[in-house]
């Protein structure tokens, strides 16, 4: 445990880590980026609702017309439709939510490594994030290590 005179002694600085990850330009290329890679498979998924849905609609239609055999294959068809639907949806979400993760995971580490490198620079002792109740923005590197994410991510596209 450190003493209030050890302590006053140190240089400490603070980073709001959400900030500086939702409003890095790498958040938003991610973002982008998995936006792209799912929407094929998102608008199939719809694609299936919407032929389901008329699927439905046509043997609420017509099911007393029908012969019951031709009714009770097309129930078949529905229930079968709805669960491959329902799976499908299922692997759609673990696989963005895994993708998401990656992306992100990765994200974390590059803000991890700028915030050494602010605090390694500028001879800081100590570097606080989250559960902190004040900060004085003369401590808040927030916007030093945005800027150099900006930087980074600036000299990778060239």
């Not at 998995?34 to 389901?52: C, G, P, T, V």
């Amino acid at each position: 445990m450190l003493s209030a005179a050890a302590f006053g002694e140190s240089r400490v600085a603070f980073v709001d880590a959400d900030k500086v990850v939702e409003n890095s330009p790498q958040y938003e290329a991610a973002r982008a980026a998995i936006q792209r890679e799912f929407s094929r498979r998102e608008n199939d998924l719809l694609a299936k609702q919407k032929s389901l849905k008329k699927l439905e609609a046509k043997l609420a239609k017509n099911a007393k017309i029908m012969s019951e055999s031709e009714a009770k294959r097309l129930e078949r068809e529905v229930i079968s439709r709805r669960r491959q639907l329902k799976n499908a949806k299922q692997e759609f979400r673990e696989d963005l939510t895994l993708r998401q993760n990656e992306e992100f995971n990765k994200l974390r580490r590059q803000v991890i490594e700028v915030i050494k490198e602010i605090g390694k620079a500028r001879n800081l002792d100590l570097v606080f994030s989250v559960g902190v109740v004040y900060v004085d923005p003369r401590v808040d590197i927030s916007d030093q290590v945005l800027k150099r994410l900006r930087k980074r991510f600036k000299k990778r596209r060239k």
